[in-house]
């Protein structure tokens, strides 16, 4: 499986608040059964700007200590950009870190309440600088939960979304969890992310996501969701086994 979105850095955010805390939740990870996890810091313009640099150097420290403990998991970089009319000049001048830069994945989080009015046009100049935008868990967007048409209109133009894995529990509420399931059967979803911000609180834990989606989709599709399929081929850690590939 992997986890698009993760706050397991730390230093950087509301996330892990140490080293400990960090290597705790990779190895709560990969007993679940991930094996890819982005690292994905918040950018929030004048407010919170890591640095490509910044973050590739926090991920080389937890590939190290998952290979020291023999981990089957690694750590890949990203951030998730708070979406901003700056994103696109931002990307230009190289400011933000895509995931899997081959192909230029780029998590961009909507307000929480809104659309803004140039939400539409930061993302088709995202697309034509070569970056796909991946919406982080637009199921929690509140305008969404109200006009979902422009979901399906995003989707349709080269958009992705990746889900929290939480939303289909409902523990962001019955309209974020019905908004789930209705995304997921109208196949706007391309992804998982678990959102953690610690061993405790919202863990990296997909494995109870996974399994609630073979039971909406069935196994086949379920796959396709929980390896971003759709997205990119993402490398896979070596060695895998035959039952962790299934």
């Given at each position: 499986m992997i986890d698009l979105h993760t706050h397991i850095l730390p230093g950087f955010d509301?996330?892990?608040?140490s080293w400990p805390e960090a290597r705790q939740m990779?190895?709560?990870a990969e007993r679940e059964g991930i094996r890819l996890l982005f690292a994905t810091p918040h950018f929030i313009e004048t407010v919170s700007e890591p640095k490509p640099e910044e973050i590739?150097?926090?991920?080389?420290?937890?590939?190290?200590?998952?290979?020291?403990?023999?981990?089957a998991i690694r750590v890949l970089p990203g951030l998730e950009a708070a979406l901003s009319p700056a994103l696109p000049e931002l990307v230009a001048a190289g400011r933000l870190l895509a995931q899997n830069r081959e192909d230029r994945l780029l998590l961009v989080e909507l307000p929480a309440l809104e659309l803004p009015p140039y939400t539409d046009q930061?993302?088709?100049?995202?697309q034509l600088a070569g970056v796909t935008p991946v919406l982080a868990h637009p199921?929690?967007?509140r305008r969404l939960l109200a006009e979902p048409w422009?979901?399906?209109?995003?989707v349709s133009r080269g958009v992705k979304v990746q889900i929290t894995a939480d939303s289909l529990f409902g523990r962001f509420g019955r309209q974020v969890q019905k908004a789930s399931e209705r995304m997921l059967a109208e196949?706007?979803?391309?992804?998982?992310?678990?959102?953690?911000?610690?061993?405790?609180h919202r863990s990296p834990r997909l494995r109870e996501a996974a399994l609630r989606l073979i039971k909406l989709l069935g196994k086949e599709r379920a796959r396709a969701i929980v390896r971003a399929e759709a997205m990119a081929p993402f490398r896979w850690p070596e060695p895998i086994t035959a039952s962790e590939a299934s």
């Open positions: 509301d996330g892990a608040q990779l190895e709560i590739a150097a926090g991920v080389a420290a937890l590939n190290r200590y998952a290979q020291l403990k023999g981990l930061v993302l088709f100049q995202l199921e929690r967007n422009w979901l399906e209109d995003a196949g706007l979803v391309h992804g998982l992310g678990s959102d953690a911000h610690s061993p405790r």
